[in-house]
């Protein structure tokens, strides 16, 4: 059987932005290691859409990923494969498949969409397939069945994620990834260390695919995966994409310290959720190299909080910067504007305890009730969205989707626009530490005398605390 598997683009006004197709690599080692040999990856942003038509017709099987912003150039892939090879079974994956299997399969060039996670599923689909056997008995997978649909019931997740083989990464460019993650010129990776998130933000569609069942892969798995990337890549810096790195204090310290254990001397950054963070934390993390962490603040209103479903107090936000302050990562605060209940008067608050939080860097985006997120029954019962409506048209940092309970789209907009000014700074500062504060500090430190080190050393502090900057609120 031959298998094509494709990340199609996701936003019409960005369509060179991409992630790394971890999830395929993980398909296509799956695939491999069950004895499909004949996989390959095709990335839309970086190919023509008829010649990824091409292969996906030349092939079995095309198995189409896809986030909802992915969805529309994923289907434009589907037409032109299916018109080439109308034996060609295709097969839809992913968030948005999962979030609205009934309207996906309305597209007749869709054969079947494969629910929530991939790996078992799609080898049952191409095993039964491949042996002409009946579908009715693969679970996980919706099919058009006469003239309904018909959904066969789910598969259980697996169960030890240490056994799925690491992501085919000789799939895909790895280089050109690695190239446009870089920062600082460290060579940068992104790695899955844990699938599922427990938490319950009602702007997140996570749990559509993983469920909230949280499952770590060991430390010693995920090292092992880094080190081999080390070798074969020469990767200097980390970034995790799980949900939710810091799930367990236990699970975070033993991969903190097993990681100084290994001598690997790479530095990495991940998701934080404040409930799950103390200083403890924070310093065996530093310690190991962690350098930066992202920590999702969304609103500095007790209610919006309440109403997001975030499972966080104001308290404890601020207690996560204040404990993982002085250490050597970098602090990112990600908010958010337009939950139904927003107002000036809450949007006001977030600034306020943006200020009180001090990050390193701040942005700011648009509430957006994606299909698989608990808000989006609500926008699309209230007629804001639609199963069919166009996702890659959207750019959650700047499309309104829809207006508060206090503020028209019109209102919404301009707020935001507003705040992302203010926020400014930040990106000064961010752009400024990175690369021309270093530069010039090394210059100096080039061009001083060892005696006149002490003298420098004391006008740094100085500078460095004259550049604190906090946003206008
Ligand atoms: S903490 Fe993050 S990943 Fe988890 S549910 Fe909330 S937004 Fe989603």
């Given at each position: 059987?031959k298998i094509t598997l494709v990340q199609p683009k996701a936003y019409r006004h960005n369509p060179s932005f991409v992630w790394e197709p971890l999830n395929l690599g993980y398909l296509a080692s799956f695939l491999k290691a069950n004895g499909f040999s004949d996989v390959s990856i095709r990335i839309s942003a970086f190919e ?426």
């Amino acid at each position: 059987m031959k298998i094509t598997l494709v990340q199609p683009k996701a936003y019409r006004h960005n369509p060179s932005f991409v992630w790394e197709p971890l999830n395929l690599g993980y398909l296509a080692s799956f695939l491999k290691a069950n004895g499909f040999s004949d996989v390959s990856i095709r990335i839309s942003a970086f190919e023509d859409a008829d010649a990824i038509a091409m292969a996906c017709a030349e092939s079995d099987i095309a198995g189409i990923t896809g986030t909802s912003p992915m969805f529309s150039d994923g289907m434009n892939i589907a037409r032109k494969a299916k018109r080439h090879n109308p034996n060609l079974k295709i097969v839809f994956g992913g968030t948005h498949a999962t979030a609205c299997t009934e309207s996906v399969l309305l597209n007749d060039e869709v054969d079947f969409v494969v629910r929530n996670e991939g790996e078992l599923t799609l080898l049952d689909l191409v095993r039964t397939l491949e042996g002409n056997g009946d579908v009715k008995n693969v679970l996980g997978i919706s099919y058009r069945d006469g003239s309904g649909i018909r959904s066969n019931p789910p598969r259980p997740l697996v169960k030890n994620t240490d056994e799925l083989p690491p992501p085919d990464r000789k799939l895909f460019d790895q280089e050109k990834f690695i190239r446009t993650s870089s920062q600082a010129g460290k060579r940068t990776i992104w790695v899955l260390s844990s699938r599922g998130c427990p938490y319950r933000c009602t702007y997140c569609a996570s749990h559509t695919v993983w469920t909230r069942m949280w499952r770590p892969r060991s430390p010693e798995n995920v090292i092992k995966e880094i080190e081999e990337l080390v070798r074969d890549y020469g990767i200097e810096h980390v970034n995790f994409s799980d949900d939710t790195f810091t799930v367990t204090k236990e699970r975070t310290i033993e991969f903190s310290r097993k990681l100084k254990e290994s001598g690997l001397k790479i530095t990495w950054g991940c998701n934080v959720h404040v409930n799950t963070v103390d200083r403890e934390t924070f310093v065996e993390m530093a310690t190991a190299g962690c350098s930066e962490i992202w920590m999702g603040v969304e609103s500095g209103s007790p209610e919006i909080l309440k109403e997001l479903k975030k499972g966080s107090t104001i308290e404890q936000i601020a207690e996560a910067f204040r404990a993982s302050k002085g250490l050597t990562m970098k602090r990112h605060a990600y908010l958010m504007v337009g939950a139904p209940g927003e107002s000036r008067e809450s949007i006001v608050e977030t600034k306020k305890l943006l200020a009180r939080l001090e990050p390193d860097f701040a942005a700011v985006t648009v509430f957006t009730p994606y299909p698989g997120c608990e808000v989006y029954d609500y926008a699309k019962q209230k007629q804001f969205v639609s199963d069919n409506m166009d996702w890659s048209a959207i750019d959650l940092h700047q499309t309104v989707v829809m207006p508060t309970r206090y503020l028209t789209r019109e209102e919404l907009e301009e707020e935001h626009i507003r705040f992302v000014r203010e926020l400014e700074p930040y990106r000064r500062m961010l752009k400024f530490s990175v690369t021309d504060f270093l530069g010039r500090v090394a210059m100096r430190f080039w061009t001083t005398p060892p005696s006149g080190y002490g003298k420098l050393f004391k006008k740094f502090l100085s500078y460095v605390s004259a550049r604190r900057l906090k946003p206008r609120s």
